[in-house]
């Protein structure tokens, strides 16, 4: 059985769209809400690859191949970094 979350989906999508919509920094709504500013910017990153869908996954999403196939054709192409 995984862990419960601190943050419910709806939570998480607010402090998403704090940053996104340029109402505060990811670094300042992270220190606010307690969290490290690398978790934020996964949340953010999880939004905006898979929508409000991804701000509720955990760390032991299962991807399909060809979720995986595009993720590496598009780092190798320079669309991204690794942690994209």
Same mark, same amino acid.
């Given at each position: 059985?995984?862990? @419960? ?7 998480? %999508? ?6 996104? /919509?340029?109402? /505060?920094?990811?670094? !300042?709504?992270? @220190? %606010? $809400?307690?969290?490290? !500013?690398?978790?934020? +910017?996964?949340?953010? +990153? !999880?939004?905006?690859? %898979?929508?409000?869908?991804? #701000? ?11 979720? @995986? !196939? $595009?993720?590496? +054709?598009?780092? #190798?192409?320079?669309?991204?970094? %690794?942690?994209?």
């Amino acid at each position: 059985m995984g862990r @419960k979350g601190a943050f419910t989906t709806n939570e998480k %999508l607010e402090y998403v769209h704090r940053c996104l /919509d340029g109402i /505060d920094s990811i670094n !300042n709504t992270a @220190k %606010l $809400i307690g969290v490290d !500013n690398s978790t934020l +910017r996964e949340w953010i +990153r !999880n939004f905006q690859a %898979l929508g409000v869908d991804g #701000l509720g996954t955990s760390k032991n999403s299962f991807y399909s191949e060809e979720i @995986k !196939n $595009i993720a590496v +054709r598009d780092y #190798l192409d320079g669309k991204g970094s %690794l942690a994209d």
